[in-house]
């Protein structure tokens, strides 16, 4: 059984940095589609970054500011956050699944979800 755990959340100020991490066991990251997602309060979930192979695609609102990674000998994806905004705040959430390329915005082709990890970026 797939298991996704993810740390680094926590307080930001606009315009620095936080590393946010999503460890996988059950499976191997290598071998899925990675993405992240977000939440905000009384919004949808939303699709942040996704990662396939090596490939990566990101929605048009963190373009240029986010990065997704994975880490094979760790097992572990990665969403490197460069100068937040007050918009970014929001529950953070990595997800696994087997979907191509063309779907990895969709939250529906993800199996797998972890517990969400909470991203404050506030001065």
């Known amino acids: 059984q797939v298991q996704l755990v993810e740390s680094g959340g926590g307080s930001v100020q606009p315009g620095g940095s936080l590393r946010l991490a999503c460890e996988m066991s059950?499976?191997?990251?290598?071998?899925?589609?990675m993405a992240w997602f977000r939440q905000a309060p009384g919004k949808e979930r939303e699709f942040v970054a996704g990662i396939r192979f090596s490939s990566t695609v990101y929605s048009d609102s963190v373009k240029g500011r986010f990065t997704v990674s994975r880490e094979n000998a760790k097992n572990s994806v990665f969403l490197q956050m460069n100068d937040p905004k007050a918009e970014d705040t929001a529950v953070y959430f990595c997800?696994?699944?087997?979907?191509?390329?063309?779907?990895?915005?969709?939250?529906?082709?993800?199996?797998?979800w972890g517990q969400g990890t909470q991203v404050i970026v506030s001065s």
């Open positions: 059950g499976d191997r990251v290598s071998a899925r589609t």
């Open positions: 997800a696994a699944g087997n979907g191509v390329l063309s779907s990895i915005r969709q939250s529906h082709m993800y199996g797998s």
